[in-house]
């Protein structure tokens, strides 16, 4: 069975910064790129970023540029996701996802395993 689990998120306020985190099992972790997304209530899911399957690409949605950053440790199965200089527009549920190939992707169907999230709060 192919597991991932993120941790991490909690209540912060603007200008706060937080570590996520993805631990991976089931796969053979370092040859799928992964991917984090997020999902916040009346909103559409929309991604964040995504890591190739050996970190040498990165990809990030506008919004987040420059101040967020993924990162992976394939000898570990993690892959990790910091949040700066968050905005309350940041509040949402925080999901990990492995893709089906190497390569970074903002699209969700490139993707086929998902956690169940984890909640960010940033109060103004």
């Known amino acids: 069975q192919e597991q991932l689990v993120e941790s991490g998120g909690g209540l912060v306020q603007t200008g706060d910064s937080l570590r996520l985190s993805c631990a991976a099992s089931?796969?053979?972790?370092?040859?799928?790129?992964m991917g984090w997304f997020r999902h916040a209530p009346g909103k559409e899911r929309e991604f964040v970023a995504s890591?190739?399957?050996?970190?040498?690409?990165?990809k990030y949605a506008a919004s987040v540029e420059g101040r967020f950053t993924i990162s992976r440790d394939n000898p570990k199965n993690m892959v990790y996701l910091q949040l700066n200089t968050l905005k309350p527009e940041d509040t949402a549920v925080y999901y990990c996802?492995?893709?089906?190939?190497?390569?970074?992707?903002?699209?969700?169907?490139?993707?086929?395993?998902w956690g169940r999230g984890t909640q960010v709060t940033v109060s103004s």
């Open positions: 996802a492995r893709a089906r190939s190497g390569a970074v992707s903002d699209v969700p169907d490139h993707y086929e395993a």
């Open positions: 890591i190739s399957w050996g970190a040498v690409r990165t």
């Open positions: 089931g796969r053979t972790f370092s040859d799928y790129a």
